[in-house]
């Protein structure tokens, strides 16, 4: 059995090792190619200042790319039995290949400041792969604003039938509502672009390290320059991660109601094609639309998550704590789930057919009674005595709904400013 990289030949009880290390060891694999990457960066800053041989850095780079060359090759790289985590099971693979001098790649850091980089890797390509799949489903949500900006809809307050609306509208107002939610991601990203390498447990070092140079090699913006708050930073850069879910999540979750509702019986205001949907095993009519269904559950959770890590987090003083190895299976698994839903909602997004002529039946009649107010007020009668007029018309029954709408704001019916939200997001998406 491997020996941990902190054993002093003292034995741990087994029962005791497998509760600590947890999922760790299934979690970690995430975490491999970043590991690597940090080591690389690390070793190549020891040898800038003399702790390592021009020739040793040689040989361990080209053993690290080796191992880099099996992680990428999905199912090549294992963490052994026995063995903690990535960080051990690949300074072991070094100490089997070269020896000694695979033993000299921790100098001037720890295990914190390594997971700490790892951890910051990880989630900065996260957040670039999220920020891609949220343009996708942005750029899908656009298209079908666009195609379907004349078909009309009822538009709705207190869950009751207000006002006209049209499907333009809905569309592109998820569509903008994905820009903010990537401005808030680029925030996000900010924070985890720092990098902690060179804290070491939380401390520094007494080694003459050079954190810029490692900042610099690993593509970080700056370096977390305090290393205390470097330890710190575990927990809160997770914190402001899954706040970027949770936004995303509480958008995709109201569109996922909304569809739900609308391709009920008593809206049908959507179709979504058979694919989209399942059948129940009595009733031959049903369609159901799980994929939505689903999406609104699944959101929920996503919602959920910050509070999660906050509770997680609550009461821990400053320094590195055990605690945090948790954070890694309240996350991982939340990103992978963001990423699934992005995918199947561009998916099914494109598949969606609004329903035309909805306007027509005469029960959505009323929500054409502020139309008769605005019609009143421009021929000169004040608003209030307009709405007076209209009101009594309903109640009386003698109201007739004016058909011909003529809105021309920007961001109503006949102006969707679908230019100006696409060029929004590309100047968001744009930022570095």
Known sequence: MAKKLWEKGIKTDQFIEEFTVGKDRELDLELAKHDVRGTIAHITMLESVGLLEKSELEILIRELENIQEQIIAKGKFQIEDGVEDVHSQIELMLTKELGDVGKKIHSGRSRNDQVLVDIRLFLREQLEEIRSLTNDLFSALIDKADMHKDVLMPGYTHTQAAMPSSFGLWFSAYAESLVDDVEILNGAYKVVNRNPLGSAAGYGSSFPLNRQM?????????????????????????????????????????????????????????????????????????????????????????????????????????????????????????IKEMKSCLKIVSYSVSKIEPVKDILDDPKYKLIFSVEAVNELVVKGIPFREAYQQVAKQIEDESFVPPKELNHTHEGSIGNLMLEEIQERMERVLNIE
Do not use: W
């Not at 330890?231 to 979750?253: D, F, H, I, P, W």
């Not at 049908?268 to 949907?277: A, I, M, S, V």
């Not at 799980?290 to 998550?305: G, P, Q, S, Y």
């Open 214 to 334: 490692t900042s610099d090699l690993l593509g970080f913006e700056s370096m977390v320059y305090n290393s205390v708050y470097a330890q710190m930073g575990r927990g809160k850069t997770e914190q402001v991660v899954a706040s970027v879910l949770a936004n995303l999540a509480s958008t995709l979750n109201k569109l996922a109601a909304d569809v739900c509702l609308y391709n009920s019986q008593n809206f049908q205001f959507l179709k979504l094609p058979d694919e989209l949907t399942t059948g129940s095993s009595i009733m031959p009519h049903k369609k159901n639309p799980d994929v939505f269904e689903l999406l609104r559950a699944k959101t929920n959770v996503l919602m959920a998550l910050p509070n999660q890590i906050m509770i997680t987090l609550s009461n821990l003083t400053s320094g590195y704590h055990r605690d945090f190895q948790l954070l890694k299976e309240l996350l991982f698994p939340a």
